[in-house]
């Protein structure tokens, strides 16, 4: 067969300019070896020829829709798996240019919007609590000294947001995109906010009203189901926690401007988000980008840190700090990854197989972008542009001190 002499081809030049630990076992009980070895770091599985196409161009996109599609079954460490996935994909791609990265934009209608979030978000709440921290932030955790565990990492990460920008009693929040409702719980109990939190998520707001139902902080706390761009008023302070890769790269100075425009003149606003490696901000290399818009975030977008800098005062904001938590996020998805695989079955069970392995490869995926510069994460503290410099601090102390 045809497929059959380019698999011998490819299988002899990896194994001559990368000599990798993976064995390849096809259905009819053929196998390959990509390399030297007594035993294999990594076994891929072809449980037929449908697979054949996708394994023959070995993209980040391909190998991951194959295994999501059970095509291709995987042994190993998960580590292993994800770390012989992106070698394989950089060995054998160089012809077309592995590292180049394609630049996609994508309408960001409030309907196609609240659409993506949906898709993303209401898996299920049990679904998030198993490999979440007790409070169930999904976004990147704060490791103050690098030993924390996760809860606790996580609430050193709000606390961290909320001294940064500088919350006091008797303050108005926004929090666009709330999550669950952690930083507004946290900045109500903690820090004597009035808060509103606006997310897009039926299961979202849900858990987060009934949890400040519990809680007793219904006078302190509005919890809503609502695009950040109907939102009215005038804030002390906004937070915007991973939201931003939601926008739109072409959106963001509008994004920007609308947080300006809700912001007061002597306010504070902090944008956290995932941003991209690439100076063009394109997507994750290697068709990364395409399996996580397919399978994980329909429609997301990644812009380089300086595209957001630029946006964010085209729009009317300046930034006043800026600080990189890449390794932080590496460690907290090395973290959400191990406690994913240690509660796998009730995970399949209610997600389904197909979601459960869309779900495993990504966030141990991306855990190794983190690790490896493939994508970074910066939190960006703004204020209004034109304002006098007396408004700003003089050093970054007043973040560490009287936590």
């Not at 240690?342 to 495993?360: K, Q």
């Not at 910066?378 to 034109?386: E, H, L, S």
Request: charged residues 25%; glycine residues 8%.
């Amino acid at each position: 067969m045809l497929w059959e002499k380019k698999l011998e081809n490819w299988v002899s030049g990896v194994k001559t300019s990368s000599n990798l630990p993976i064995r390849l076992a096809l259905w009819n009980g053929q196998q390959y070896d990509f390399g030297a070895f007594d035993n294999p770091s990594v076994t891929l599985r072809i449980n037929g020829p449908a697979a054949m196409t996708r394994l023959l161009s070995p993209s980040l996109d391909n190998l991951g829709e194959a295994y999501v599609k059970g095509e291709i079954d995987v042994e190993g460490k998960l580590a292993d798996v994800i770390d012989m996935s992106y070698a394989l994909a950089g060995s054998s791609l160089t012809t077309i240019g592995p590292l180049e990265r394609a630049v996609r934009h994508f309408n960001h209608s409030k309907k196609s919007d609240k659409r993506s979030i949906e898709f993303h978000y209401d898996v299920s709440n049990e679904f998030y609590q198993l490999w979440l921290d007790k409070n169930m932030v999904y976004s990147c955790a704060y490791f103050e000294n690098g030993d924390e565990d996760l809860d606790t990492a996580q609430e050193k990460k709000i606390d961290h947001i909320l001294t940064k920008i500088g919350l006091r009693p008797g303050q108005t929040l926004l929090d666009i995109g709330c999550g669950w409702g952690a930083l507004v719980i946290r900045a109500a109990q903690k820090f004597g906010a009035k808060c509103v939190g606006v997310t897009l998520s039926q299961n979202q707001f849900d858990l987060a009203t009934e949890r400040v139902r519990k809680l007793g902080l219904e006078d302190k706390i509005e919890i809503r189901i609502q695009d950040y761009r109907d939102v009215e008023g005038q804030f002390d302070r906004i937070t915007s926690v991973g939201m931003f890769e939601h926008v739109g790269r072409k959106h963001l100075k509008d994004y920007f401007a609308k947080m300006a425009s809700l912001l007061k003149d002597d306010g504070v606003a902090m944008n956290h988000g995932i941003t991209s490696t690439d100076p063009d901000s394109g997507e994750t290399a290697m068709g990364g980008g395409e399996f996580i818009d397919k399978y994980v975030f329909p429609n997301g977008e990644l812009p380089h840190i300086s595209l957001a800098l630029e946006s964010m005062q085209r729009g009317g904001l300046e930034a006043s700090d800026v600080e990189s938590l890449r390794r932080h996020y590496a460690r907290t998805l090395t973290l959400w990854s191990e406690r994913f695989e240690a509660h796998a079955p009730r995970l399949r069970e209610l997600a389904g197989e197909e979601r459960f392995r869309v779900w495993r490869v990504y966030l141990a995926g991306c855990a190794y972008a983190f690790e490896h510069d493939h994508v970074s994460i910066y939190q960006i503290v703004c204020r209004k542009a034109g304002q006098s410099a007396k408004q700003l601090p003089w050093s970054r102390r007043y973040m560490y001190e009287n936590r």
